[in-house]
């Protein structure tokens, strides 16, 4: 059966696609943060993607992973991720010869 095209595309839980999950603690009220960070990863990246996921985790924790390696630790680096090193490296890993316009060096 054809698929409707009025009906988003749903990543297959099986897809080899690039998984980026973002870990973060709800009792902190960081989930505007986390949403905010998935959106810009969703408008650059969209389809190179396989998924973008919210994990509510641990009290003070905001990760950010890829394919479960840790791109930034809020408890190891000390602070916030930017969102322009976090799509440099995610980039870098997934798609090295994509330009990402203003969010080059």
Known sequence: MPTDPRWPRVAD?????????????PGCRWQT?????????????GDALGEIALVPAGSGVFEIRLNN?????????????ELKPIKQRIRDRIQPDRDLGHSEP
């Open 33 to 45: 943060r986390a949403s905010w960070m998935a959106l810009e990863l969703f408008n650059t990246f």
């Open 13 to 25: 839980p099986g897809s080899s696609g690039p998984r980026v999950a973002i870990l973060f603690c």
């Open 69 to 81: 390696e840790c791109l930034h630790s809020r408890a190891r680096d000390g602070s916030f991720p």
